[in-house]
């Protein structure tokens, strides 16, 4: 996965930097009891980046910034302002 930023090539999603986001949704399932897929959302993290892995992280973690930007009252709210502020 190429971060476009920088140029920078991660040879697993877990090293890149919006890997937070994707591991504080792991966590939420955790928290609810709904953990059933969780492993295979670990697995998916820590292997190399081929097209399906890719397809399935972009899903999800385009899906967690919308819900993140959506009100400044939610459970990533922190997380995204760190995503915006890395510093």
Known sequence: MM?????????TFA???????????????????????VQHLLDIAHAPMTEENIEIVTDIVAALVEIAN?????????LRQQLENPN
């Open 15 to 37: 090293e890149h930097p919006l890997a937070p986001i994707y591991f504080k949704y792991i966590d939420l399932l955790i928290s609810r009891d709904l953990n059933q897929d």
């Open 3 to 11: 971060n476009s930023n920088y140029g920078k090539t991660y040879n």
């Open 70 to 78: 959506e009100d400044n009252v939610n459970e990533f709210e922190e």
